[in-house]
């Protein structure tokens, strides 16, 4: 910890002398501790995968699914603090809602993601509440084709090829970094994400089941069964 | 304690260097005092049991009853701060009245879990206020067939086989750990559950009369009776 | 005072490491300097006494009141700050008003309590306040029956045959939990009642006129004139 | 001052390690400072007494008057803090107009008692407020009979035969506890008032002009002229 | 500075243990910077001085003006801050406009001071604002005859047959204490006034053109010219 | 800094034991920090004179315009944080449309100081604020004749023949005490303003071009052009 | 890091004792580490240039873009924090659209400017927020010709012939006030833009493709294609 960090690391509202804001550092650091995801593009779509940890044979698998659907075109995987991220997939839903209900359809996943972003910026800006301890990762299909976002504690955007967030996000950014190919069919992509999560990943349990989603333009998200994510894994 | 800790455990608006949230760790001590309880999923239904603290003979027993019907297909037991329990429990009961008005029917419990999973986030986010220092097991039957949810004090949910919280949460887990089987009977998963409490509880007394309740799909919660509660004990 | 605490008990919104709330603590030493009262069921009725600090003959002892009736069947006695206990009883008369409003009747006194004492919890969870400094034993009857009631500054809600509070609450309950006896008579119950506030209260001046109030199922509370008082007394 | 007093004297929302509210006994402190007054029931009524500082023959002596009428039938004098008194007095016109414009009449003086004691009470539980720093005695009649009351800081209210608030209340008192008769005459209790009086006030200017005021049952309030007090101090 | 007084002196809304509110006390250590004034009643009246401390010959002299005009028949002087005091002077203006709308004029000057002493009252109870740091003495005509107040920090009223505030108000109130006749004539007043103030007021250049105003029963105030104030100097 | 100060000196709601308000003081700093402007009247109007910082051949002079037109009658130079400044100016041409809908023409302008000077009072005495960092000349002409005034971070009025802001406030006030004379002409009034400055300012860019406005009773305020200004500086 | 800083530091309500903001200083800090970028007037319009650090191929470039265009005639550039320069171009563009609704089309561009600086002005006066860490260049046309400004995290404004802001805001300043000329052709500025950038920044992989926008009176913004940009580079 730097000399003199304590003095500026207590709220938000805070800036340190050399402009950095702490309590958005350390929220990061939540996100750190999550598990691994990441989301790749492909020809014509995009795919997301997950660790799972299962932690025990008493919890029921389903409730531990990062991939969450906020319609039928768009996708989040999340890493961090599990409340906060339940609460910001919700918030995401109602958005997605709202767009179809004024526009008839969500053509831009670009607007629904800021809308999330926003609300994650005014945290990081306000007193009296913390940063969300979150990284959310958005992919889907819109009219301008495949998309691939992320959104970090501090509220900021970027659109990839492929991200990574969660504890291993650097090993698999890594990886991903040297093998990837533009126009990988989504077979292709399936298995650099689920070589790029072993490489991050070093418990093996939690690789067992790895949670893996995936879109087509033209079609809706496809949630991978146990036994089709099991061929892949083999 | 770690080093430095104090400067970071005394807000819930304030993340530490390392991305914790110490009053929320704070609040699941609380928890960790708390009466020992459990959930045990069967073939075709959830049983819940926990142990009853009778500190005086002066106390009227059902005064102390840890298990609490929300309606007639929902149950929770919790652990922790008492009046916190009594508030979210009653908090849990609007909800539960708010969907039948709205849907007719309480179709899917999870969405009841996040309406209070969702309110005990707030206070880990929010200044001014403390997190709630309790825990709670929900169980029930709907549409998908019998549930089994823990909620802890950070606003975390997640559907068990079997859960347990309080003093002896250890304990039991590790005990059903082994001893759980899928498809076991109502009889079997009490008789399960009276094990692992006396596993994990070494207060003789509060094992003389443990709460039991349990619920079948297709029929209505059942709260056993003492007379009850003593054939299974024997 | 234990090692650390005063890093935590200046503010009721914070947890200690251990999840205790200072705050609630010591707001129950101030009741623990009240006036000993106490409450105790007999076959078909309850009745409540409390000693009477009569600090200077200039004082008009009805001025000193603890015994407060809510309606003509249920009735309160307190121990802890005056004005706090004064409140608190003002709410608890305007919450049986409404229950009679709405229903025609005081049909279930434990909804009272759960009433105040949900006040009571507030003041224990949100900051810029502090929790009341008062312990509240409710009695009375209704469709269930005699009802005996004690409410702590947590807000945490117990049913008793016999309970009491106060500097005496430790004394007075030894002397019950060897005496109480299931279906006493009212006789015996005032009888134990004073014994028990004899056995806990040492200064003499304050025995001289205690307060003593019952209730009979199907009859209103009865409050003791110094007549009716001081024939018990001899 | 008490070991570790000034981690929880600086907050009204706090409460000390053994249940104290520092800040309502620092409020106490302002009182103490203040001018010696003091009530007294006699047979049919009650008279008032204060003391009179007179500070400069400039300042206009009506201006430094104490007693204070609240209708024609209650009058209050108070001690501590001048401007706080002054608004105190003057919610308390307003309560006592209030209750006649509901019930025609102020048919019991303890009904506005509590409402400024209430108010009084609020200021001893949120924060960013201090309490008032002013005792008040209510004197007057209703349909009860003569009533002679005192509020203190926390909110606190008793009802006296007699009572005494300000710098001189320990003397007065020990003056009138050793004195007072029951059914007293109005001459015999003014008479006593300014004996007690002088055995609390060592400043002998300040008893030059003390302020007296009495009511029987059935007479309005009569507030005594220079002439009349100094009849009765020869 | 008293021992631990630093404790307690930073916040309105904290009592010192000795029950004093150091913010108001510091609040009139502003007004005892401010510029020394006085109000002198006389047989039919009153008359206001104020010395002016002319700084630089480029200051527009009326803009100094401390006697300022509240309606026909009321004025103030202030010392103390001079943008607190200009608020508050527009708060009286303001209070006897809706005087005089309510009740067709402005029958007693009390109310108005009380109105004013109210609002300064205000901001030595609640926290996150400061006392106003100002005194002001209040003269003018009403039913009851001349009247002259005085107004400080902590909202205390006080009426007068003399007064005075600022800098000088030792030196003029011992002055006046010794001169001080009833029923003099308005010259009388005046010439006593600019003697009291030149005893006080060491600064010679504040002295050349002191402000007056007077007031006599029947008529309106009168502000004197540079000409007239001349005169009574020589 | 004096001994102590620090305690004092970190909220506007906080008197120093000695009645300052430190956050005034430092706001007052930041004014002296400010380029240099000043007013003078003349025999029939104003002149407003500032001294231009250019800091860069790449800056658009008219930006850096320190005279603003509140309306055709009354202009304004400021001193301090540019920000701060814009915003009052605004706050100022909006009071002044505000007086025009009301009365159809801004009949007074002290009534307009007052209100920009009421709102920097404010930020003066209440908590959460800072005060503003500026410090404002008023010029122009109304039903009174030339008018001329400075308002300064504690929301002091005064009314001026001439009047100095900002670095250079104490040799430009100086200069003007010595040289100043009533019934000047405007062409006196500029050269002497012009004198004035150099006479302050050291840095010889800033004086290359300074500002230079001026309004005469019956006309409207006249900015002068670049071409203008550079004859008067020769 | 200044003798007693710190004291002051940490709350944008909080002058220093020589009447700094330190709150805005550490916010340009954060300004200081983002991007460079600049804007410059030719002789018919403007031109933006920004660097594109590109940190990882995995990321879409366009997701980069830190020119924004507010309308067909406004666009912004910014550099600092990413999540507050979106939200304050969000703000921009709603300000835009309610010129155009209110008076049917921007007029003039710095009127936008100052509705946002005045938002950003707030943040730097008002506790319980921290100021926006960005800088924003606002470039384009409208009734008085081509228009080129930055605003500060003070809220600060200026117009320029020329601006940068970012990590080489100081190179690229030095670079252009040597060589700036006015009346360039757009090519020209082009040219001088992309050599500033080039002499600002050290890492070469940024300056591969830097973003290029220009306006023309008359005309609509062009944001210039890879393909146009990597012409001039070359």
Do not use: W
């Amino acid at each position: 910890m730097q000399q003199g960090q304590m003095a500026y690391d207590r709220a938000i509202t805070v800036f340190s002398p050399d402009g950095r804001l702490f309590q958005v550092e350390y929220a990061r650091e939540a996100v750190k501790k999550g598990s691994t995801a990441l989301g790749i593009k492909f020809k014509d779509g995009v795919v997301l995968l997950s660790e799972k940890k299962i932690r025990s044979r008493l919890v029921e698998k389903n409730s531990l699914e990062k991939i969450q659907l906020i319609d039928d075109y768009v996708a989040t995987v999340t890493s961090g603090l599990v409340a906060d991220a339940r609460v910001l997939i919700d918030f995401a839903r109602i958005g997605a809602q709202q767009e179809k209900v004024t526009y008839g359809s969500l053509t831009n996943i670009e607007n629904l993601v800021k809308k999330v972003a926003d609300q994650m910026q005014q945290y990081t800006q306000y007193g009296g509440v913390r940063p969300y301890g979150v990284s959310i990762i958005f992919a889907g299909t819109d009219t301008i084709g495949p998309r691939l976002f992320d959104c970090d504690p501090a509220g900021t955007i970027n659109e990839y090829k492929s991200v990574a967030i969660g504890a291993g996000k650097d090993a698999v950014t890594e990886y991903i970094e040297k093998e990837y190919k533009d126009n990988m069919s989504l077979d292709e992509a399936i298995k650099m994400g689920i070589a790029a999560l072993k490489a991050a990943v070093t418990d093996d349990s939690s690789m067992k089941e790895p949670e893996i989603a995936s879109i087509k333009v033209g079609e809706k998200f496809h949630v991978y069964s146990a036994e089709e994510v099991s061929k892949y894994l083999n």
